[in-house]
């Protein structure tokens, strides 16, 4: 693991970090109200919102992805209609647009609210992870397995790593191609996929910050999911999708990750009823809100607030007292 040098966060510059306010994060499953928590803490702090959703950074695509419209926002928010649909995006290009958005407010003494359910991104932005080269986009060798994955399936390219590097293997499930895929990117650059896991878990922070989760009991969310993709329906995601086809995005609004979009072009495309298009992105968003709570719960650092009943006014007020004990206890801990 390279280290990133010290100098490329204001926050570790000795004559400003007294004075630039750290990050506050607010992460959680989708439908849990993230979004606008963030916009309330915001304003209560003169801060600003930054995004750290992997899909909704695509223009377009906002009904389906929960995404804050701009007649709704009431502080400025970043990382929001960065590129347009199917466009290459990573964690590493996403890294280095949220640390020049957290640099740049560190300088105005301005405090930034990260706010998001994509956790990789999270870390990615926030901890001491230096991507390899292969993380980046327009890689001929991932551009060479995707091809073979379209020739010969995800088994056949699984067994193809099982045979060069066993270890990857055993941790990457045979179905699921993108990661088998960099596992090969990985092999390229001199490194492996099981190495790379293994390390993620001891990486350092790089950013000082303050996180929060919010908790909801499945049974709970599942419900919030059901009435929010009706919701989404009714202000038009049939026609958000039926706008992007037309303009040529159907590879960005097919990608497996693009939840709430293929199953509408399923519908739009006659393969299946619209009632049974909704009925599957219930239950794909409740899949990914529960791979969500399983990767927060790994991280030790994030206070956990109770979101069952949701209250947004208690829950920021929750969010600033703890942001005020905090400060107080480094301020008494910097004069001993």
Same mark, same amino acid.
């Given at each position: ?5 010290? /100098? ?12 630039? &306010? ?14 606008? =928590? +963030?916009?309330?803490? +915001? ?41 347009? &649909? ?9 890294? *280095?647009?949220?640390?020049?958005? =957290? ?23 926030? @901890? ?7 993380? /980046?986009?327009?890689? &001929? ?12 399936? &995800?088994?056949?390219?699984? @067994? ?40 993620? +878990? ?11 989760? =919010? ?14 993709? @009706? ?47 909704? =009925? /599957? ?17 790994? @991280? ?8 069952? *009943? ?5 829950? +920021? ?9 905090? *400060? ?9």
């Amino acid at each position: 693991m390279i280290v990133i040098p010290v /100098q490329t966060s204001i926050f570790h510059c000795s004559n400003t970090v007294s004075r630039a &306010p750290k990050p506050i994060v607010i992460v959680g499953p989708t439908a849990s109200g993230k979004s606008n =928590l +963030a916009q309330t803490v +915001a304003e209560l702090t003169q801060g600003e919102v930054l995004s750290a959703d992997s899909m909704q950074i695509y223009r377009g695509m906002d009904i389906g992805t929960g995404k804050v419209l701009t007649h709704e926002m009431r502080v400025p928010h970043h990382g929001l209609d960065l590129v347009d &649909p199917g466009q290459p995006y990573s964690a590493a290009l996403f890294q *280095e647009y949220g640390r020049s958005i =957290l640099d740049n407010a560190a300088r105005q003494s301005t405090r930034i609210i990260v706010c998001g359910g994509t956790g990789f991104y999270i870390r990615a932005l926030l @901890d001491d992870f230096d991507f390899p080269s292969g993380e /980046q986009v327009d890689n &001929p060798v991932r551009d060479a397995y995707n091809q073979k994955l379209k020739e010969f399936g &995800p088994k056949a390219i699984w @067994d193809e790593l099982n045979r060069v590097d066993p270890e990857s293997a055993a941790v990457i499930h045979e179905n699921d191609s993108k990661r088998v895929v960099r596992a090969f990117e990985l092999l390229a650059d001199g490194t492996s996929y099981s190495k790379q896991k293994e390390a993620f +878990a001891h990486i350092p922070p790089l950013y000082p910050a303050v996180y929060f989760g =919010l908790r909801v009991d499945p049974a709970v969310l599942n419900e919030r999911i059901d009435k929010r993709v @009706d919701s989404m329906v009714e202000q038009g995601l049939v026609d958000e999708v039926r706008s992007l086809l037309q303009k040529g995005f159907r590879n960005g609004l097919t990608a497996p990750q693009a939840i709430g979009y293929k199953e509408i072009v399923a519908y739009l495309d006659g393969d299946c009823s619209l009632e049974e298009a909704i =009925l /599957q992105i219930k239950i794909a968003t409740h899949r990914y809100a529960k791979r969500q709570r399983t990767w927060f719960r790994k @991280d030790s650092r994030i206070h956990w607030l109770d979101a069952n *009943e949701y209250d947004e006014t208690l829950l +920021a007020s929750q969010i600033m007292r703890h942001l005020a004990d905090e *400060e107080e206890w480094e301020r008494g801990s910097s004069r001993l």
